[in-house]
């Protein structure tokens, strides 16, 4: 029998454009490289004393975060209404589901608001796809981080902050260090940068904190920093969660950092200019010193306002593609 | 009644007969194979021309869901679509609520059945009270009110200790114990295979080791015991090996596999799609490769459907909240068909993977089509085409993976104890 492969249909429209925005997998360079030239173009917008545009006007964007955040949520609704859309921000994981609703039940009370785009946060991994495969054709779906499989706009983000800094991905060579087994960011971001056509993509952790044959992402493990680092050109840390300690992933922060913290001596491994990326919220001193984190190398803070811009170069693309696929 | 089967292919892989005969069937039994007894009379006859008679399949896995899921399934409604895929029996996990684990419910059951008048059912007792593997159940018991086995359904009995007494209790009494091998610790919260594909999507792994660790605790319990362990749903290669290095040894050791293992891989949940969420996980293309090859060289003593049949809702969820289990019972005959298509397998072992092998582990009639044998029968045809959809499946349970897939072979009749009970 023949077997469900990528689930493309779900977020391309019969042009080839986006619909939905769930995750990286099986979307091309060129696709990719239309997010980051449109995310350009709005960072001009970021600039100026009035910062809207009206590409979403007399749209509906609903923040639907059933886990909580902060980070991503204020800069997915900063990039809604910057586009001009009508925002409602809801945290589930306070409302509906502690009183027993199903997530059927909210999303079908949600669509019938009359709701144009969700950007959906969820604990379990496949949850946005879900969604986007249960509710009406009229509302288009943005991930904005589900479970451990994918957090696309993070990625894209990143991408952009890459490319402003090193000008294009071929020939790049970029490590992502720490927990890699938890980390969604990470897998979007071997993605990412696999499609975009980086040389090489190392993943540096030990084995505890490494997914099963990550290799098939087209990642190469190292378990130790000095020949991971070496001559890379991009050094991205992951936040690593205090619970890790538990269930015998790592033995000790002391020990973590000291093997895989990001420290001024470390960083020496990479590129002179290699520039250094986090995803945020950074933990000082557990897995970047603070040194490296506010140091000229690092460019954390091009990250937060990147953030926007692609929010709103993917809400944009996803509105319109979704349009454009209804009235075909 | 006398029955008549006209001039089918007769395939009973026991007696060693593969030819095309006439079976004459009177009082619930056969009574000729080839020429009618003298004085004989059938009151109906089935052309049976251009179809297979074989003996009537045997699951040894099926969820009837009744008592206290009648929401997903009834005896009845499972059971009704058990003979329409051609079992004529049918084992039932104790995972019923109540559990079955007194021989009331046990009772409960066999009225339920009985009145349906589908397939024969053999209900599986509960191995530990309330499956929670702490207290014994009454084995005993369970035994004389007619459970043919004791399993502790999707549960494990995570102390050693226990398990070990259950191993020596059951011994005692010649009670054949059902385990889903799972180590509870390693298996965790996952809910895909530990690999490639739950890698790439976030989905948290049950890695083979998780089965394979408990496959070689219960061979040793087996050992030690003397106890007859059967190893339902295996799923990974290794585990094989080490089945068959224990039958060769002499153990008293049976396995099956659950027909999705035979069929789909790792690879089917990658597009997040819920029907394809089952426990134990999907594996890889050499697991699968290895289960076929473990029925062909007689590892694997049957495939069972492990039929779970689901309402809507149980799927309708982010995959790990998804209930798992696939509504199957309807579907084991045309997909093991379509590997003796694919040359994977022969019809003579598909016949015995389904009937002969779970008559001889569970003791019980059936997987014989010789002359005094009960009438438990199943007529299909190899290559008639049919759409599986949710009118065309009749199990209360539409959650299936092959909805709107076109199947290849069809049960025409399916007989218990003479009688007909799908036509």
């Not at chain 1, 925002?87 to 997530?103: D, P, Q, R, Y």
């Not at chain 1, 044959?213 to 205090?242: P, T």
């Not at chain 1, 000082?284 to 010193?289: M, P, S």
Request: glycine content about 8%.
């Amino acid at each position: 029998m023949k077997q469900v492969t990528e689930p493309n249909h779900l977020q391309l429209n019969k042009q080839g454009q986006l619909k939905h925005f769930l995750t990286l997998d099986g979307l091309d360079k060129a696709l990719l490289t239309e997010i980051l030239d449109t995310a350009d173009s709005f960072i001009e917008v970021g600039a100026r004393s009035i910062k809207k545009v009206p590409l979403l006007r007399g749209r509906t964007v609903v923040n639907l975060f059933f886990e909580a955040s902060t980070r991503t949520r204020s800069t997915f609704e900063l990039a809604a209404k910057r586009l001009s859309a009508d925002v409602l921000n809801l945290n589930i994981s306070t409302s509906a589901t502690s009183k027993g609703e199903s997530l059927s039940d909210t999303l079908q009370n949600l669509e019938a608001m009359a709701s144009d785009m969700f950007v959906v946060r969820h604990s379990q991994s496949g949850a946005p796809h879900f969604i986007a495969e249960s509710v009406t054709p009229n509302v288009s779906i943005i991930n904005a981080g589900d479970g451990r499989h994918a957090h696309p706009t993070q990625a894209m983000l990143d991408m952009l902050t890459i490319r402003q800094h090193k000008g294009c991905f071929e020939g790049l060579s970029v490590a992502i260090v720490g927990d890699i087994l938890h980390s969604r960011v990470a897998r979007s971001q071997i993605r990412a940068l696999k499609i975009l056509g980086v040389s090489e993509v190392r993943v540096i952790a030990p084995n505890t904190l490494l997914p099963v044959d990550i290799e098939s992402l087209g990642a190469k493990v190292f378990g130790c920093m000095k020949e991971g680092l070496d001559n890379v050109d991009v050094v991205i840390m992951l936040r690593l969660q205090r619970e890790r300690m538990e269930g015998a992933l790592l033995p000790s922060e002391d020990e973590f950092y000291k093997l895989y913290g990001l420290t001024t001596e470390k960083l020496k491994y990479a590129k002179p200019d290699a520039i250094v990326m986090h995803p945020g919220p950074i933990n000082r001193g557990v897995e970047i010193e603070s040194a490296v984190a506010d140091g000229p190398q690092s460019v954390i803070l091009n990250q937060v306002t990147n953030g926007i811009a692609v929010r709103m170069a993917v809400m944009s693309m996803a509105m319109s593609g979704h349009v454009a696929g209804r009235d075909a | 009644m006398s029955i008549e089967i006209k001039s089918g292919r007769i395939i009973d892989p026991a007696n060693g007969v593969d030819e095309i005969q006439s079976l004459y069937i009177a009082d619930g039994k056969i009574v000729g194979l080839g020429c009618a007894p003298e004085g004989y009379k059938a009151e109906k006859v089935i052309d049976a021309t251009g179809c297979i008679v074989s003996p009537g399949f045997i699951d040894l896995c099926t969820y009837l869901r009744e008592p206290g899921y009648e929401y997903k399934g009834t005896v009845a409604s499972e059971t009704y679509a058990a003979v329409k895929g051609g079992f004529t029996a049918v084992c039932c996990p104790p995972n019923t609520l109540p559990v079955n684990d007194t021989e009331a419910v046990t009772n409960l059951i066999f009225d339920l059945a009985k009145r349906a008048r589908f397939a024969k059912v053999y209900p599986i007792g509960a191995l530990t009270k309330g499956l929670k593997g702490k207290q014994l159940s009454e084995l005993y018991s369970l035994k004389q009110a007619g459970c043919v086995a004791a399993g502790n359904g999707d549960y494990s009995v995570e102390n050693l200790s226990v398990l070990k007494r259950c191993c020596e209790y059951a011994k005692t009494h010649e009670v054949s114990i059902f385990v889903r091998p799972e180590e509870v610790s390693l298996a965790a919260d996952g809910c895909v295979h530990e690999g490639a594909v739950g890698t790439r999507l976030g989905l948290n792994g049950i890695p083979a080791l998780a089965e394979t660790v408990a496959v070689s605790q219960l061979i040793l319990l087996a050992e030690e015991t003397g106890a007859h362990l059967h190893l339902s749903h295996l799923t990974s290669a290794k585990s094989v090996q080490m089945v068959a290095e224990a039958k060769r040894s002499g153990l008293n050791v049976t396995a099956d596999v659950a027909i999705q293992h035979l069929i789909l891989t790792e690879e089917a949940v990658s597009g997040f799609d819920s029907r394809f969420h089952c426990r134990p996980p999907l594996r890889t293309h050499a697991d699968r490769a290895a289960l076929i090859k473990g029925l062909n060289d007689g590892v694997i003593d049957a495939v069972c459907s492990q039929h779970q049949p689901h309402e809507a809702a149980a799927k309708q969820a982010p995959f790990a909240e998804s209930e798992p289990g696939i509504s199957s019972v309807e579907v084991v005959l045309p997909l093991l068909l379509g590997l003796v298509r694919e040359s994977e397998l022969s019809l003579a072992t598909l016949v015995k993977v389904l009937s002969v092998g779970a008559a001889a582990l569970l003791k019980v009639e059936g997987g014989s089509l010789a002359v005094g044998d009960t009438a438990d029968i199943c007529v299909f045809d190899t290559n008639e085409a049919w759409r599986v959809t949710s009118e065309t499946v009749i199990s209360k349970g539409k959650n299936t993976p092959w909805d709107e897939h076109e199947m290849q072979g069809l049960v025409k009749h399916t007989l218990v104890d003479g009688r007909i009970a799908y036509a």
